[in-house]
């Protein structure tokens, strides 16, 4: 459930927990450490993130000819070609897809997009049951639970909480000891049968080349191929996004892709099908091309490179906010740095209002980018916006934004209530804070009045410890875990003129 | 040379020392150094903070205290994150106000702003500047020095010319320590949670004291440091690098 207080409010309770804190840090350091050897063994390293990035840069500036031709290529491939607005309208075309098959039952190769449009949940109300076949995603299901990674859904979960799950849920999981090899026995042989005997698999994408309709799928299981080989049936649902122009392209991302994701050299299970083969694979192909707030981040000149992503989560595993909070308390199938950026274009800055300031703009994320999205840069851009909007909004501030109401966005207006006032009148004391500093600064003499009083105020604060802390605010805030600075008996600009004056 | 010292309104305000500090190593290299008294704000808060048209004004007044640079060598700071702000964002900022003078002025005075320890090992290409410090030190790499300025080991290289100091290593340096502008208070919970590793690690070092390139950066760990009574100094680089009797 969202927090009414968004990323602060779910960060706070996901800080409580410190064993998650010692998983997440013993986490997050060893992809570090592995990530970064992985990429400097490349000579070339950063002339591919570049390549990277320019692939993307092009492809989305005439991102409407790639679609077409994309579209194209997948009909002359047998294949056939649907266009999605929105979640809803995904939703309905998957679940006629899998009605029309006669099935009551999916498997799914893991899949953010289809999390992103909640596929699962607008299934079920269908009367279709979708089993992820996804080891941690399948986790995350049987736990009724959310992804908290990009790429390793259930970062947040130990062995022995796995072991209940699978004995209380899946078939012979009774005695099941929580030893890894057999944890993983159990599931295949449960995810085996299913590979057996469902006609219809599910599946993500993480690139599709326009020129030849090829789907390229890039999972470490071998799973997704079972998805992607044994249905009769096999619906894609993709971002818009993920075209690439041409099949040459894959040589860069493939090759970007894992060394940032999981610091392999190489891909485990790289699947590729174009349509449809006679006798081999599925036997009718459906690819579900989503929108869904995609061409509202395009139209943005700034935001739009996070469209980019090719989501192998690096900057989640390099940031020290998302190593400290987890990926559930950006309460979105796009956690981190990434997701800060992607959430409030995708689903309306109104839902991710406070997202693109969970951030100390450390830069770390840039860094690690294989595509070299600016996400500092994007983040700064995004509150601008919220913050400009909030003036707009006739002083409702950040919190009061009007979403850019994205195709099939979750709207959550509404559910704040006395928080949102709460938030109201936070956002336009910061405004006016603001606007008297940026005056203030504006001119040196106010400048230098405002510093001597700012100088009185901090000696008093600092002789009246227990006043401060209990201060609602940023003094609060600051006073909880820090002393404050000492006041000095002179300004820099004080001690300059009294030298000059006597050098004179 | 002749340099202009930017001393940002924190350094001017709360750490005037790092200021000082600033200017007695450059006149010890010889040069001259001038305060533009007009300078306030580079307008970092607010260009982070999601107010871009207040720090627009700030923009303006920069290039108010500054002129287009013509009147100086180098306009040295002793901070990476404001630097960061001239150099990187006054360009965007410029150009988005649609003023063409302001764009002109930004775009001749922005690449004349240094950090201080860039300065002086990259342009200058000095590293012994007859430094005096026999403390243990232990060097926190700020994120915009490091990540944005990309000052690279200029720092160590500097303090590694200070005769009486040691050293120390600081377990995961690149670790940003949470303070992040009114990040610090806006999500107050994490930042406290980054800060309380970054003091652990300061402690780990076994060091007496912290230096950074960023008075803020410095009164965050140094008011987590001071809260938990540790004993450990913060101290600005500009200040070890001053230091001539080791008393600082």
């Known amino acids: 459930m969202a927090a009414a207080g968004g990323f602060p409010e779910a960060a706070r309770a996901a800080l409580a927990d410190a064993q998650l804190r010692r998983n997440l840090h013993v986490a997050t350091h060893t992809i570090r450490e592995k990530r970064l050897r992985a990429t400097s063994e490349l000579d070339d390293w950063e002339q591919l993130r570049e390549a990277g990035r320019r692939i993307k840069e092009r492809t989305m500036r005439h991102l409407d000819r790639h679609l077409e031709t994309l579209e194209r290529s997948v009909l002359a491939a047998g294949g056939v070609v649907h266009w999605a607005a929105d979640a809803a309208a995904a939703n309905r075309i998957v679940a006629e897809l899998v009605r029309a098959a006669g099935a009551r039952e999916v498997i799914k190769v893991k899949s953010i997009a289809t999390d992103e449009i909640g596929l699962n949940a607008a299934l079920a109300e269908q009367g279709i049951r979708a089993v992820e076949t996804d080891l941690a995603e399948l986790i995350n299901q049987l736990a009724g639970d959310t992804s908290s990674h990009i790429l390793v859904p259930a970062i947040h979960r130990n062995r022995a909480e796995i072991r209940d799950l699978f004995r209380a849920h899946l078939p012979g999981g009774a005695g099941l000891s929580d030893d890894p090899a057999a944890l993983v026995e159990a599931a295949r042989a449960y995810l085996r049968s299913l590979f057996l005997s469902t006609p219809v698999a599910v599946s993500g994408a993480n690139f599709a080349v326009a020129e030849t309709g090829t789907v390229c799928v890039v999972e470490s299981e071998g799973n997704g191929r079972m998805c992607t080989t044994l249905p009769d049936t096999l619906i894609t649902v993709m971002g818009i996004e993920k075209v690439v122009p041409r099949l040459a392209d894959l040589g860069v991302m493939l090759q970007l892709l894992p060394r940032s994701a999981t610091a392999e050299r190489m891909n485990p299970y790289t699947s590729l099908w174009t349509g449809v083969t006679p006798a081999d694979g599925p036997r009718s192909f459906h690819l579900v091309l989503l929108d869904a707030g995609r061409t509202n981040a395009l139209a943005d000149p700034v935001g739009r490179q996070a469209l980019h992503c090719i989501r192998c989560s690096a900057c989640l595993n390099v940031c020290p906010v998302y190593e400290r909070t987890g990926g559930h308390a950006y309460e979105s199938v796009y956690p981190g740095p990434i997701g800060a950026i992607l959430t409030p274009q995708l689903a309306g800055l109104e839902r991710g209002r406070t997202l693109p300031w969970a951030s100390t703009l450390c830069g770390a994320c840039y860094d690690a980018c294989p595509v070299k999205i600016d996400i500092p840069s994007v983040l700064l851009h995004l509150r601008a916006e919220i913050v400009r909007r909030g003036r707009a909004g006739g002083g409702s501030g950040d919190a009061g934004a009007a979403g850019r109401d994205a195709g099939g966005a979750v709207a959550v207006a509404g559910a704040r209530g006395h928080e949102g006032g709460r938030n109201r009148r936070e956002a336009a004391a910061e405004r006016a804070t603001m606007r008297l500093a940026a005056v203030v600064m504006g001119g040196p003499l106010r400048y230098r009045l405002a510093q001597r009083a700012g100088r009185v105020t901090l000696g008093w604060l600092r002789r009246h410890p227990r006043l401060t802390r209990a201060l609602p605010g940023p003094l609060g805030a600051w006073t909880s875990v820090r002393e404050l600075p000492e006041a000095p008996e002179q300004s820099f600009r004080a001690w300059w003129h009294e030298r000059q004056r006597r050098s004179r | ?248």
């Not at chain 2, 901070?79 to 002109?104: I, K, N, P, W």
């Open chain 2, 1 to 248: 040379m002749r340099i202009g010292l930017f001393v940002t309104c924190l350094g001017d305000t709360l750490f005037p020392e790092a200021g000082r500090a600033t200017v007695e190593v450059l006149e010890r290299l010889g040069h001259t150094v001038d305060f533009p008294a007009a300078q306030t704000c580079c307008g970092q808060m607010h260009l982070n903070s999601g107010y871009a048209d207040d720090a627009l004004r700030l923009v303006r007044g920069f290039v108010r205290a500054f002129g287009d640079g013509e009147g100086f060598d180098a306009i040295v700071a002793p901070s990476g994150s404001c630097v960061a702000t001239v150099r990187h964002h006054y360009g965007v900022l410029a150009s988005d106000s649609g003023d063409a003078g302001l764009q002109r002025a930004v775009s001749r005075l922005a690449p004349r702003v240094f950090e201080l320890s860039e300065f002086l090992v990259g342009r200058l290409g000095v590293e012994d500047v007859g430094a005096y410090f026999p403390h243990r030190v232990v060097y926190h790499p700020s994120c915009h020095g490091l990540r944005v300025l990309r000052v690279g080991d200029a720092p160590l290289r500097l303090l590694r010319a200070v005769r009486g100091i040691e050293l120390v290593e600081l377990p995961e340096a690149d670790s940003c320590c949470g303070f992040g502008g009114t990040f610090a208070v806006k999500n107050a919970d994490v930042s406290a949670a980054m800060l309380a590793d970054k003091v652990a690690r300061v402690l780990e070092s076994g060091a007496e004291v912290c230096t950074a390139l960023d008075c803020s950066c410095l009164m965050h760990i140094g008011g987590g440091l001071a809260r938990q009574r540790t004993g450990v100094r913060t101290v600005h680089l500009a200040e070890i690098l001053a230091s001539a009797t080791g008393d600082r």
